[in-house]
């Protein structure tokens, strides 16, 4: 059974801080997600990586894959209001099965 | 563009009672998937179809749950009977079957057993 680690828990910034979040898994994955989770809504996918040792960046957020395909990182720059939400990250062995992880719940103050 | 629909947003039904969930995919997606999710447990896949055809559920809890996709445009998440301990957030999640599976999730349906 793959399982998969979020770090940290819980995340509270000042706007304009910069942060980072990390993603473990205990095997190596074929695809990773990240998703952003706003209350009341559901998941939206921000990213999905295939390839080991890839950086993304998408605006603000900068994802990274570990060469080992086994972890990942997003790192977030000048954090915004807007950037508040539960950061899921999820990963699969190849198939449709992805198996996601419990999140990292944060909170931008203004 | 609408996006994944669930219905109703909110539900709240007694113990023992059936409950029924509903969902309406992307048109032209032909994967859907049903999540369930609490704080403790996160998000857990409950049951996966591809072109209507239920191909895994590993994922539901036990006998009274069920699901169903009569078209490729309908799906519905059925307990019978409801308990308290199945209080969670369901999700609804549809994709084309090409690639890595990229979801797009509707917005849920809370339920709230009592």
């Known amino acids: 059974t793959q399982l998969l680690e979020q770090s940290p828990q819980f995340l509270s910034i000042q706007e304009g801080e910069n942060l980072t979040v990390y993603c473990n898994s205990s095997?190596?994955?074929?695809?990773l997600q990240w998703y952003r989770q706003e209350p009341g809504e559901g998941p939206v996918l921000l990213v999905t990586?295939?390839?080991?040792?890839e950086v993304k960046k998408l605006k603000r957020l900068t994802f990274q894959f570990g060469d080992a395909r086994k972890d990942s990182s997003l790192h977030i720059t000048a954090a915004q209001p807007g950037d508040t939400g539960l950061y899921l990250c999820?990963?699969?062995?190849?198939?449709?099965?992805?198996?996601f992880g419990t999140g990292t719940r944060l909170k931008v103050l203004a | 563009d609408a996006g994944v629909i669930q219905s109703p947003r909110h539900e709240v039904t007694e113990m023992g009672q059936e409950v029924t969930l509903r969902c309406k995919p992307i048109?032209?997606?032909?994967?859907l998937f049903w999540y369930r999710q609490t704080m403790m447990r996160g998000l857990e896949l409950l049951i996966y179809?591809?072109?209507?055809?239920?191909?895994?559920d590993s994922g539901m809890p036990e006998d009274r749950f069920s699901a169903k996709m009569p078209n490729a445009s309908f799906s519905t998440l059925k307990i019978q009977p409801s308990e308290p301990r199945d209080s969670a957030v369901y999700f609804c999640?549809?994709?084309?079957?090409?690639?890595?599976?990229?979801?797009?999730f509707g917005p849920g349906t809370r339920l709230t057993v009592t």
């Open positions: 999820a990963v699969s062995s190849g198939t449709y099965k992805y198996i």
């Open positions: 179809f591809n072109n209507n055809v239920p191909i895994d």
């Open positions: 999640a549809s994709t084309v079957t090409s690639g890595p599976y990229e979801q797009y």
């Open positions: 990586v295939v390839t080991g040792g």
């Open positions: 095997s190596v994955f074929s695809s």
């Open positions: 048109s032209g997606h032909n994967s």
